[in-house]
């Protein structure tokens, strides 16, 4: 599965959360783009914006970890079978998610399905 539709189900999470979000472009960009990718400023405004917004800030932290969970691709099998049980409990905890985006992204997980 593509991290853009991980992604793309943060992003509309997010907007369901804090609704003035869409205005804030700044914000919106630094949410998207990769911590490693940001300056020190733009690191100072994320934690800033997390701190005011606990429920985003717990999203945030998930989906770094699903991204660094699903983002290395060349392992061996004695390895993924150690991460498999891991990549399940978030699938599980996406299941339980009471946002409509991380439900659906929860069904595209478990039946492999690439479109929207």
Do not use: W
Not at 65 to 79: D, I, P, S
Not at 90 to 113: C, D, N
Request: proline share 4%; with cysteine.
């Amino acid at each position: 599965m593509p991290l853009r539709f991980i992604k793309h189900a943060y992003m509309q999470t997010c907007h369901r959360i804090n609704l003035e979000i869409k205005y804030q472009r700044g914000v919106l960009s630094i949410l998207r783009t990769r911590p490693e990718n940001l300056s020190e400023y733009k690191k100072d405004k994320l934690q800033n914006f997390l701190k005011l917004n606990p429920a985003i800030q717990a999203l945030y932290l998930f989906k770094e970890r699903l991204f660094k969970l699903l983002k290395y691709k060349l392992r061996k099998a004695r390895h993924c079978k150690l991460l498999i049980p891991i990549f399940l409990d978030m699938v599980k905890q996406l299941k339980a998610a009471t946002f409509e985006p991380l439900v659906k992204l929860e069904k595209r997980f478990i039946s492999g399905e690439k479109k929207s």
